[in-house]
């Protein structure tokens, strides 16, 4: 059979200009014409053309470029440049531009801010072209390495360790060099214990000094390579980093918000979360789901008090534990006299109380020991006790609205997973480049514009996409 051959040297007839390069419905278009279509003024990036000095490449062309290339997993400057200059679509949508690494990184060191709010106005446009109800909203997370190694991390113990090893470590520098001094004529130089000597003394003021940093912010540890990641355990082991949170809408399962913590769970975060894209889409939502990971009763019910459906199962409805036939909610709660009744008729009154809980028990806590079921229901001397915390009505309303809502809870996870598994399989979000949480933010807000703009390309099309965008 015949072969097809390549030749390098053949002439050919080339299109006269770049645009020719690219085809109409090329994808690449769509990211040209939706920075086109951002506000740069609003986003922060500045904007003059008459100003003094050399020029400097167009702001839009950059932004073109950190957008395109993220969209397909290229993210570190020196990939970008190498793009710039021999990859067709990327040549087409800076119009030949080719700026260098390092103006890349600059670029992006320099509008952190304006990076985080192009998600903003991507998700507004959305909301303008229907894709974006705002009505049910999916919260979740991923963990994602930090540009720092655990190895950096430090903590109170480790810093005591480490002053114990180095003070060990100079007491035998020192008396080395007094056994050197006695046999001088045998060693005549002390260069090089004199060096280690200074060395294991740099260190320990170092040491010192994230001893009184820890102590200043009150913080369990410390990463000197990023102050601002913290020490994250996911099914990878534990690594330095930050918790990423999405915000996604039920409709088109496009992307609402994000936002990046420096925290280990999620437990603080779902009335945060909501906020936050509640301020992208200029109203509240109607409803908040999430998974069991954001229980803590205080912050769910921030937003129950919104008027907002809140659906997000507790730790116990998820574990589907059977009920004991003599646990908690087999006692009958009395609210106007504030008392437990056991199954055996007899009544638990409040003896003490926190804060958060109040301890339930019987006058005579002896009359336990004579029941039937003692041994089964308690096996304390001192009788049963039942703990109620201060929210357990909201507890018990929230579990209730769990078990109402099924439909919806269903629908979170092909919602609300489907961005996560896209960046970190597709675009190869395994890792930040940048360091600091203004810089992670905007990194985040970046892949999940880029993944909006895939959704939305899927959705309408490339071709009417650009066109909508244009309008």
């Not at 062309?61 to 710039?84: F, H, P, T």
């Not at 489907?418 to 600091?436: E, W």
Request: aromatic share 8%.
């Amino acid at each position: 059979m015949a072969y097809l051959y390549g030749d390098r040297h053949q002439m050919g007839l080339f299109p006269q200009s770049i645009e020719e390069y690219v085809p109409e419905d090329a994808p690449v278009r769509a990211y040209d014409s939706f920075v086109e279509a951002l506000d740069l003024e609003a986003l922060g990036i500045g904007w003059d053309e008459c100003q003094v000095g050399p020029p400097e490449y167009d702001p839009k062309a950059m932004l073109k470029l950190l957008l395109y290339g993220y969209s397909y997993g290229v993210r570190s400057s020196r990939k970008l440049e190498r793009e710039a200059h021999y990859n067709v679509s990327f040549i087409w949508l800076l119009g030949g531009l080719k700026p260098d690494h390092k103006t890349i990184a600059e670029f992006r060191r320099r509008n952190k801010g304006a990076l985080k709010g192009v998600l903003k106005q991507c998700a507004q446009l959305c909301l303008k072209l229907g894709l974006i109800e705002g009505n049910t909203l999916f919260i979740d997370s991923m963990k994602i390495r930090g540009n720092a190694s655990l190895k950096a991390t430090w903590t109170k113990e480790r810093c005591e360790r480490a002053v114990e090893a180095m003070d060990e470590r100079i007491g035998e520098l020192l008396a080395e060099c007094e056994r050197i001094d006695e046999a001088e004529a045998e060693h005549p130089s002390l260069v090089k214990l004199a060096e280690e000597y200074q060395n294991q003394e740099v260190l320990r003021a170092k040491v010192k000094e994230i001893v009184a940093e820890l102590e200043a912010n009150g913080a369990k540890s410390l990463n000197t390579t990023d102050k601002e990641c913290t020490r994250i355990h996911g099914l990878e082991g534990t690594q330095a980093g930050y918790l990423t949170e999405l915000v996604v809408d039920e409709r088109e399962g496009l992307i609402v918000s994000s936002d990046v913590v420096a925290e280990n769970n999620d437990r603080n975060q779902f009335a945060g979360q909501v906020e936050k894209a509640h301020e992208v889409l200029g109203k509240k939502c109607g409803v908040a789901c999430a998974d069991s990971g954001y229980w803590k009763t205080e912050e769910l019910e921030k937003v129950d008090q919104q008027d907002i459906l809140v659906v997000v199962p507790s730790q116990r409805q998820v574990a589907q534990r059977e009920r004991d036939p003599f646990d908690k909610w087999q006692f009958r709660y009395e609210r106007e006299g504030d008392y437990y009744t056991c199954p055996e008729g007899k009544v638990l009154r409040c003896f003490a109380k926190t804060k958060k809980v109040r301890h339930y028990g019987l006058e005579d806590r002896r009359t336990c020991g004579k029941c039937r079921h003692f041994g089964v229901c308690t096996k304390s001397k001192r009788g049963r006790v039942v703990v109620r915390r201060v929210k357990e009505e909201v507890m018990a309303k929230l579990e209730q609205q769990y078990r109402s809502s099924q439909e919806i809870y269903k629908r979170r996870q092909a919602r609300a997973e489907l961005p996560f598994g896209h960046i970190k399989r597709n675009l190869g979000m395994q890792a930040f480049l940048l360091r600091g949480l203004e810089g992670v933010r905007a990194e985040m807000a970046l892949v999940a514009s880029c993944f909006n703009l895939r959704r939305m390309m899927t959705i309408k099309g490339v071709h009417q996409l650009i066109t909508v965008l244009g309008e």
